[in-house]
């Protein structure tokens, strides 16, 4: 597709007013890519459908940041752009002590650090509250909004706000260890706990759920989601395909990503002999390893036509596969 050929994008009114919002901070250096403002359309959309979404990043693209930034955002207008007000907000984090932590104690400094913020709220001890997992904001008008943090691996049935509230909203961020990738007993115990603690607490007359992440596994809670067909999903890996020339090379965020950054990068990985690891933390692409029998720099790629004009050169073979599942109870013994 040429470049006249590209759909141009327009951002939506409401992830206009949010980024101008996020910029008037002061907090960021960066300029805002278009990636956020996409974010910002399905997470302040007004179709229901886009009340669960699932936004797929690689690391380091800011999906984080973003979504403080949208709980600030929500807690400083006292009601949620096309869906309403948002008394409890529930967080879910890896681990209580790591990215749940993280999380309060940045919206906390953000508002802190930022005069326009802290403008927008009442920050004496009274109406400004925050520990490890918890934290409650009240707007200029006297509109509270409070959230709530948990570790997914924990089962935390029978949650509510102080004032007796169900979640009205779930943010689900990075909630899946590295250890996801190999262990079937923690698998389990977050999914149970998704399903079983998480979904079950939402207010059911009306809820958000939003989704962020990096796949990790083609077993895991993420893919699940995905498949159910549930959710809108947003996929931003780092380009479309790597390594390429730099004349192809298109960053999803140019002013952060630069190519001469993806190539050390990739080099890096390559160097180490992980490149699956550069495809899934970057590029969004899923490899068991458990199965992986040849590295794809040890493939020798052929010209199709010159084959066929020195066939008589070569020696084909017809290989078939006979195994018809992936199941534990399969006779892979078929397979040969």
Known sequence: MNESSKEVYMPSEESLKFIAFLRATGNEENVSPEAHYQIADVLFSSKKKDWKVIIECLRGMGKSTVVEYVFIYVAALGYWPNFGK?????????SQDGNVKSFFKNVAGKITNSAFLSSLFKLDGKNFRQIDNEIELTNQ???????????MSTNWRGIRSRTGKRPTVLIADDVLPNDV??????RKTI??????SALPELDPMKHKIIYIGTPLSEADLLHQ????????????PLCPQFPVPEKEFESIWPDRFTYEYAKDL????????TTQSFYTEYMLEITDLSTLLVEEGDIQWFDPSQLVKHKASYNFYIVTDFATSTKKSADFSTNK
């Open 181 to 186: 990738m190999t262990s079937e007993t923690i």
């Open 225 to 236: 989601l995905k498949n159910s067909g549930a959710y809108t999903i947003l996929r931003f």
């Open 86 to 94: 948002v008394p409890f907000v529930v967080f879910l984090g890896a």
């Open 141 to 151: 008008d006297g509109v509270v909004t409070i959230a709530a943090g948990r570790g």
């Open 266 to 273: 990739f080099d890096q990985y390559e160097a180490e002999g």
């Open 191 to 196: 999914e149970t706990n998704w399903f079983n």
